[in-house]
């Protein structure tokens, strides 16, 4: 083998040798940086106690905190116990809303089916019908008029006298009939009266429209109210909830307290640096700790030609010998066969 590649074989093995060493060291120190910077940012809570309690942390072995609690002053708890009965009577008294509410309930439901009766017509036929309501009504005054009338025209010779009529309309209608004065003017007096009966059957008709609508609005309000009313039933029990919650939370602030304190006393930014400190250290060290002066060395001189050639001059003897052996060694000239020792001697110094 060339003493070049001997030289850069040897230096090189002893330059990964000191690069392993090194980077054993320098993942050493990073660690032991990061181990560091994790204490620096550990969270240390802080025992705290307040009038309305104190706050409890466990921590393990290792230090790391395993559980966290707190206790209420027992003054709060005397406080909560008796919210917590009149609790249990405000939740009672929501189950029988539902029952003290039913009338409600049922009132709307006869709303809506009443409303539904009067929407069941159009504003028109319940025109209709109230105009023949009207009519029915007045049927019996209007014949003892009428009787009243023509009994008047018979006593005065009068009841066959007929003036007043009128010849068809430019449409084809028929004209007016011939009457008496009076029958005239008793049949005008009914029809001016029946003109107004219809505008007020028209009205009418949009009354009991609205009417019916209102009766379904009116039960939907009950409906709702019965609702609301059921709803507002559970306003004790909820109230008397919230003061719990609210003498839960005066005991539960030592260990909010406590935990928000730890958390100040933790120093991860303090850490952070420690361990970018730390790395930097490792990774500087790594150069000096991975350089080996000897590895170098050697590696250089084997290099050099005249370290080659004094290497060369020293291991002369052994290469001429070898060389010969290589030669000799398998028939020698003087006719061993093979396999059989060379008598061939050497002297000299190495």
Known sequence: MPFKAIGDVVGGYLQGKSAEKAARTQ????????????????????????????????????????????????????????????AGGGLSQAEMAQQQFAPLQQGAQGLFGLGQQYLAQSPQQAA?????????????????????????????????????ATGARPSGAGGLGAASPELEAYYNAIAQQDAQLAAGAQQAGMDQARFGAGLLGTGGNLLTQGYAGQAAALGPYEA??????QLEALGQDPLNLGSALGGRIANPQGGQFLQQGGNAAA?????????????????QASQNPAFQRGLGNLFSPYTNAQTAINQYGAENVYGYGGGGTVPLSYSGEI
Do not use: C, H
């Open 283 to 299: 990774q500087s060290n790594f150069a000096a700790n991975a350089y080996n002066p000897f590895a170098t060395a050697l590696t």
């Open 128 to 164: 209709q019908q109230y105009m023949a309501g009207q009519q029915e009504l007045l049927a019996p005054s209007r014949e003892r008029q009428m009787a009243q009338l023509q009994n008047q025209l018979f006593q005065t010779g009068r009841g066959g006298l007929a003036v007043g």
């Open 240 to 245: 008397y909830l919230n003061q719990m919650k």
């Open 27 to 86: 993942a050493d120190a990073q660690l032991k940086a990061a181990q560091l910077a994790a204490e620096e940012a550990r969270f240390r809570p802080v025992g705290i106690t307040t009038r309305f309690g104190q706050s409890n942390f466990q921590t393990g072995p290792d230090g790391r905190v395993s559980g966290a609690g707190y206790t209420l002053d027992p003054a709060l708890r005397a406080y909560q116990d008796r919210f917590m009965g009149l």
